[in-house]
């Protein structure tokens, strides 16, 4: 089973804070990489972030850098976002990827959570 939980999202005002979670067993993070995406009402899914499986390597989409900081523990992976703007509303998906930084070899969605950025 692959599949991952996300946590952690809300309604936040613009320029505000949020951190997501991404829970996994500790297989799934020792083997591969994960990858934080999102899917805007009417927009297709897009990578955000994601981090190697040892956790030395990251890399985020050009929309977020700077302001989302990506990192893991023994169980988790989160996701810290801030300086959020509306444009970073969305639902937002972790997902084990095979290949890093290949975001288009995720699989195994989950529910998502919901990020609102509005005033």
């Known amino acids: 089973q692959l599949q991952l939980v996300e946590s952690g999202g809300g309604l936040v005002q613009p320029g505000g804070s949020l951190r997501l979670s991404c829970a996994a067993s500790?297989?799934?993070?020792?083997?591969?990489?994960i990858g934080w995406f999102r899917q805007a009402p009417g927009k297709e899914r897009e990578g955000v972030s994601c981090?190697?499986?040892?956790?030395?390597r990251t890399n985020y989409a050009d929309s977020v850098k700077g302001r989302f900081t990506i990192s893991k523990d023994n169980a988790k992976v989160y996701l810290q976002m801030n300086s959020l703007k509306p444009e970073d509303t969305a639902v937002y998906y972790c997902?084990?990827?095979?290949?890093?930084?290949?975001?288009?070899?995720?699989?195994?969605w989950g529910q998502g959570t919901q990020v609102t950025v509005s005033s």
């Open positions: 997902a084990p990827m095979t290949m890093y930084p290949d975001y288009g070899s995720a699989s195994n």
């Open positions: 500790g297989f799934i993070l020792d083997y591969y990489a």
């Open positions: 981090i190697s499986r040892s956790g030395i």
